[in-house]
Each structure stands twice: as structure tokens, then as C-alpha cells.
């Protein structure tokens, strides 16, 4: 069976930390892995992309400097640390695999074959 599985989320009060894992099963993450996010009445909305080889990123504006996606191929799995969080950064997030594009296509949902069922995070005092 081909899935994603998103995993690490949680409650954090705001200005700590938390790292999720998206790990991929039934197939090879060979090409670029986003991950999205979607508040509760709000778009689902990119917030981190990583290409097949790890080489190049880009972040949400509003994250830059705070979360870092990393990649470990030979683990199948995909990450994101999450510094500094802030309670909008509250939502389920989600990660993506695209089997067509090794850079990554932005954040246009309909380029992505595949989604994990989405991890909690909530950021709340």
C-alpha cells in the first residue's frame, strides 16, 4: 500500500519546538516533498518544499528562519523542525510527494500524488 505517514505533532506552549516526521511506505521518495497546512476555516496553504536531492528549499515567508525541512533518503522519511512556534502556526499539517517534479513545483496542490492524514499542532499557552 503506498502512504505517507506524518508523525511528531502535538501541543507546545508558544516559542518551543516540535519536529515532524513524514515517512513514505510502499514507494521511494525520489522526487521533491512538500509539506502544507490548513487552519481551521483557512486554505490549505504551502509551508516548506525540499528537491529530490535535499539541495534546495524554500519556505512560507512567514517561517523562514524558524522551520527547517530536511531530507534522509535512505530512510525513506522527510522532516521538519519547527522553532519558535507561534500560535498561527496552529493547523494540521500535511506533507506532499510529487512523483513527477525532482525540484519543487510550488505549492499547487493538484502536482502532488500523494498526502499523508495530517498531524496536529497545536501552539497555545
Known amino acids: 500500500q503506498l502512504q505517507l505517514v506524518e508523525s511528531g505533532g502535538g501541543l507546545v506552549q508558544p516559542g518551543g519546538s516540535l519536529r515532524l516526521s513524514c515517512a513514505a511506505s510502499?514507494?521511494?521518495?525520489?522526487?521533491?516533498i512538500a509539506w502544507f497546512r490548513q487552519a481551521p476555516g483557512k486554505e490549505r496553504e504551502g509551508v516548506s518544499c525540499?528537491?529530490?536531492?535535499?539541495?534546495?528549499?524554500n519556505y512560507l515567508d512567514s517561517v523562514k528562519g524558524r522551520f527547517t525541512i530536511s531530507r534522509d533518503n535512505a530512510k525513506n522519511t522527510v522532516y521538519l523542525q519547527m522553532n519558535s512556534l507561534e500560535p498561527g502556526d496552529t493547523a494540521v499539517y500535511y506533507c506532499?510527494?510529487?512523483?513527477?517534479?525532482?525540484?519543487?513545483?510550488?505549492?499547487?496542490?493538484?502536482?502532488?500524488?500523494?498526502w499523508g492524514q495530517g498531524t496536529q499542532v497545536t501552539v497555545s499557552s
Open positions: 506532499a510527494a510529487t512523483l513527477k517534479y525532482s525540484y519543487c513545483p510550488g505549492y499547487v496542490l493538484n502536482r502532488y500524488d500523494y
Open positions: 510502499g514507494f521511494t521518495l525520489d522526487y521533491a
Open positions: 525540499i528537491s529530490s536531492r535535499g539541495g534546495s528549499t
